[in-house]
C-alpha cells in the first residue's frame, strides 16, 4: 500500500478512536538490516547498515493538558494506554509505550522541555522480535515526532538517534550500541552507511548489486535482546578491552588490526572472553574490507566475508541458533547465493543473504520447504528495497 493511501486509513483510524479536528500530523521512521558488521557497534568498530521501506509510522495531536494517550494498531487488544508526562518511568504494565516513554525521559533529561501532552496513534509493518529494529524504529520515530512538535530546530537527526539509543540503554535496560537508531534516522534511499562508531564518522556508499537482490528471511524465532544474552556479550567485551589496556594505548577492541590483536590476545585470560573480543576485532576488519569490495562491484568478495561474518557470529561470539543456522546453511549451499549471514542482535530473527535475480524465486521456495520440514514452522521472506531515514508524511 502506498504511503499516502496508509497515511488516509491511520487518520481515519486515528479519528476513531480520539475524535476529529485539531492539527494531526504524520510521521514514518524505518527499520534497519545491517549487511555486515555486528556486534562492532558498541565496541568501536564499524558497521554497514541500511533503512529498510519498512518501518513506524505514527499519527500525533496536540492535547493542551498533560496526558499521553497512545494506541497500536499492532496490538489493539490493549486498547488506548493512557499514562503522563509526569510519569515517565518505566512500567512492565505500560508494555510497547516504554519506548516512546523512555524517548519523552531522555529528551526531558537533556533540558527539551514538553509543554504539554499528546494523542498518539502507532502503526509497524516490521515483525516484531525479527532483529530488524522495531524498536529503534519506534524510538526514532518518537523522536521525530517530538523534535517537529516542540520546535526543537537545533536538535540534529544524529542527536535524535543518541537520544533513542539513551533511551533504550538507560529507560528500558538493553545495553545496545548506536548502530540500529542511526540506521533509522539516517538512512539513504539505495546506499548503507559505513559507520565507525567510535567517532560518528560516516560516508554513504551506494548499494549498487548487479544482477542481485537483499533477501531477508525471519526464522519466526522471536528474541528480546534486554532478556537474551546480548548485555552479557557487551560486558564480556568491556572486561577484556580492560585486560588488553594493561598492554596497549586503545580506548576500544575497533582500533585494533587482526595483527595487534594476535600478537597480545593472551593478556585475555579467560578464552571465551578472548574469543568475544578476536570477533570484536575481526569483524571490524571485515566490514572495512566488504564496503571497499562493494566499491569496487567485488560483490562476490562481499559475500564470501558474509559467510566469514556468520562464522565468527556463530562460533566465537556465540549469539546464533539452530534455526538460524538451518537457513544460513542451507542458502551458503545454494547456487545464485552470494553471501548469507545472521542480523541483528541474534538468538533468532534473521538472515540477511545476496541471491542474484534469477535465483530469487528457487531460493524463497526451496528454503521456505525445507526449513518448515526442519523446523516444524514457516520461514517469512522479504525481498528488500534500501529506503531513507525518519520523515515527515
Not at 136 to 155: C, H, I, P, R, Y
Not at 198 to 221: G, M, R
Not at 343 to 352: E, L, Q, S, Y
Not at 377 to 382: L, V
Amino acid at each position: 500500500m502506498e504511503v499516502r493511501k496508509m497515511k488516509e486509513r491511520f487518520i481515519q483510524k486515528f479519528q476513531e478512536l480520539y475524535g476529529k479536528g485539531g492539527g494531526i500530523r504524520a510521521y514514518f521512521a524505518p527499520g534497519r538490516v545491517n549487511l555486515i558488521g555486528e556486534h562492532t557497534d558498541y565496541n568501536g568498530g564499524h558497521v554497514f547498515p541500511c533503512a529498510l521501506t519498512l518501518g513506524t509510522y505514527g499519527i500525533v495531536r496536540d492535547r493542551e493538558d498533560r496526558k499521553l494517550r497512545f494506541y497500536s494498531m499492532n496490538f489493539e487488544s490493549l486498547g488506548i494506554i493512557e499514562t503522563s508526562l509526569d510519569d515517565l518511568v518505566p512500567d512492565e504494565a505500560a508494555n510497547w509505550t516504554n519506548y516512546p516513554k523512555g524517548v519523552m525521559w531522555a529528551f526531558e533529561k537533556r533540558g527539551y522541555k514538553l509543554a504539554h501532552g499528546m494523542d498518539i496513534l502507532i502503526y509497524g509493518n516490521i515483525p516484531s522480535g525479527s532483529g530488524l529494529s522495531s524498536s529503534a524504529s519506534l524510538e526514532v520515530l518518537t523522536g521525530l515526532m517530538l523534535k517537529d512538535t516542540f520546535g526543537f530546530e537545533n536538535l540534529t537527526m544524529v542527536e535524535v538517534a543518541l537520544i533513542g539509543q539513551d533511551a533504550e540503554n538507560n529507560f528500558n535496560g538493553c545495553n545496545c550500541g548506536i548502530m540500529d537508531q542511526f540506521a533509522s534516522a539516517m538512512g539513504k534511499k539505495d546506499h548503507a552507511i559505513f559507520l565507525d562508531t567510535n567517532t560518528l564518522n560516516y560516508e554513504y556508499a551506494p548499494v549498487i548489486l548487479k544482477d542481485a537482490k537483499i533477501v531477508i528471511t525471519n526464522s519466526k524465532v522471536k528474541h528480546s535482546l534486554v532478556d537474551s544474552a546480548y548485555n552479557d556479550r557487551r560486558n564480556e567485551c568491556e572486561t577484556a578491552l580492560k585486560e588488553l589496556q594493561a598492554e596497549l594505548p586503545i580506548h576500544s577492541l575497533g582500533e585494533l588490526t587482526q595483527e595487534e590483536f594476535e600478537l597480545h590476545k593472551e593478556a585475555i585470560k579467560d578464552p571465551v572472553r578472548q574469543r568475544r573480543a578476536k570477533h570484536a576485532v575481526y569483524e571490524n576488519q571485515r566490514t572495512i574490507r566488504a564496503v571497499e569490495a562493494l566499491r569496487e562491484n567485488d560483490v562476490e568478495l562481499f559475500g564470501r566475508l558474509m559467510n566469514e561474518s556468520h562464522q565468527s557470529l556463530k562460533e566465537d561470539y556465540q549469539v546464533s541458533c539452530r534455526e538460524i543456522d538451518i537457513l544460513v546453511d542451507m542458502a551458503q549451499a545454494m547456487p545464485g547465493v552470494l553471501g548469507s549471514r545472521i542480523t541483528g542482535g541474534g538468538f533468532g530473527g534473521c538472515t540477511v543473504s545476496i541471491v542474484r535475480n534469477d535465483a530469487v524465486d528457487g531460493f524463497i521456495s526451496q528454503i521456505g520447504k525445507t526449513y518448515q520440514e526442519k523446523v516444524g514452522h514457516e520461514a517469512e521472506f522479504y525481498v528488500v528495497d534500501i529506503g531513507d531515514g525518519a520523515k515527515i508524511i
